[in-house]
Each structure stands twice: as structure tokens, then as C-alpha cells.
């Protein structure tokens, strides 16, 4: 069971960009989903998460109203809308899946996808 993580990309303060990831080998309505991010010299942090049924979401405040988590389970697929971007928002992202309900911290996640990179220029 993995996942795959793409839409990364160089982009301007204030674009948009969406961010999917797919869980292949597996059943993905049996798994929470999340997002984290880790930019340079930091910490990973926790960024999104959603339930096995994309009903219930989880922000962390620092991108709430600019994010959107979602997902779907017919397609194996969750993804991360991002507007009005900042530069503080540059850093790679991560994909992961979680066999606990919902999880705000790396620990709490099974799976994880290979990153993909985001950065937002001034």
C-alpha cells in the first residue's frame, strides 16, 4: 500500500494551487487522511485532515480559510485546495494515511507519500 503525492509547483503570492494524492494497493474509506507540511530547517507540521468519509475537517489555524481538504473514495484520491498562497506557505508537502479517525500529528499516520514540493514566490 502506498501513496503518491503531486501538484507541487512554483507559484506567486496570491495563486492558487491544488495538491492530490492517491493511495494505490489498498482501500482508501479505511484510512483518515491528512496533510503536513515541512519547510526548510523546520519541523513537519500538521496542515489538514479529514475523516474516512471527507464529513468532518480538521486546520491548522495557520491556513484555515485558505485550505480546503477533500476527498475521494471512489477514486482512491484526497486533495488539498490552496488559495491566496504566502510565502510563509512554501515548503514540501506530504500526503499520509491514517487508521486512527482523524489525526493531527505525525505519529498518529501509516502511510506517507513521497512529498511534493511548493513554492511561493513574494
Known amino acids: 500500500v502506498q501513496l503518491q503525492a503531486s501538484g507541487g509547483g512554483l507559484v506567486q503570492a496570491g495563486d492558487s494551487l491544488r495538491l492530490s494524492c492517491t493511495l494505490s494497493g489498498g482501500t482508501f474509506s479505511s484510512y483518515a487522511a491528512g496533510w503536513f507540511r515541512q519547510a526548510p530547517g523546520k519541523e513537519r507540521e500538521f496542515v489538514a485532515a479529514?475523516?474516512?468519509?471527507?464529513?468532518?475537517?480538521y486546520y491548522a489555524d495557520s491556513v484555515k480559510g485558505r485550505f480546503a481538504i477533500s476527498r475521494d473514495n471512489d477514486k482512491n484520491t484526497q486533495y488539498l485546495q490552496m488559495t491566496s498562497l504566502k510565502p510563509e506557505d512554501t515548503a514540501v508537502y506530504y500526503c499520509?494515511?491514517?487508521?486512527?479517525?482523524?489525526?493531527?500529528?505525525?505519529?498518529?499516520?501509516?502511510?506517507w507519500g513521497q512529498g511534493t514540493e511548493v513554492t511561493v514566490s513574494s
Open positions: 499520509a494515511a491514517s487508521s486512527h479517525p482523524y489525526g493531527l500529528e505525525p505519529q498518529q499516520y501509516d502511510l
Open positions: 479529514t475523516i474516512w468519509s471527507g464529513t468532518r475537517k
